[in-house]
């Protein structure tokens, strides 16, 4: 049996790789993006994020930050938002374009981050940055990418059988696995959620003096 769901991952890549590599250049350009706004920023936009970021410190020293508890379900919740609008997109007709952006959105907010601490701090705001967001991004940008590739191929097929000139059976099978796929990433973003919370949170209160 592991053989065979081996031998149709392999086909499935195959067939579909050159998805799996427009999505991830999209994401690439999505992070370049969000740097080149890093750099062409105003003075005054970086004062006025700097105000909010302090505020957000103050916070931190002061304890007035959520529960990890609370964390692990806003990062789930979260978490859940995605992969239902990607899910949806991909059993929509239009919903090609709207999964493209969502991506590259994504991969701009990374950019963004990552660049304007690096910008401001150096190598300190890198290290928060880094205990900010790189956890639990190790295991949640694999299943959005996956997550946003699956939904593209889905909804490709989909018009291509709405817009083929014979009439196609459709069958309930597909929709199956596509929904049992979206329950197993689920899974693996709820892993996700548990490294942002007890991990990544704690690690913040640390790492937030080094640049205080």
Known sequence: MRINYQKE???????????????????????IFGAIIVVTMH??????????????F?????????ANHELFKSALLSHL???????????SIIGLPVIWVIVFVKGTFIGFSVGFFVNQYGFKGLLFISSAILPQSIITIPVYLLAGTLAMIFTSQLIKKLSGRRMVRFTL???????????????ICFLGALVEAYISGNLLQYTAQLIR
């Open 9 to 31: 991952f392999v086909k499935h890549f195959e067939t579909y790789q050159l998805s799996y590599f427009f999505i991830l250049i999209l994401f690439l350009m999505g992070l």
């Open 43 to 56: 003075f005054t936009q970086k004062q006025d994020l700097l105000f909010y970021l302090n505020q957000y």
């Open 58 to 66: 103050a916070r931190i020293d002061n304890q007035f930050i959520m």
């Open 81 to 91: 938002q995605y992969l239902v609008i990607f899910f949806v997109l991909g059993l």
């Open 173 to 187: 099978e597909p929709l199956v696995q596509y929904f049992i796929i979206f329950m197993i990433l689920f899974a």
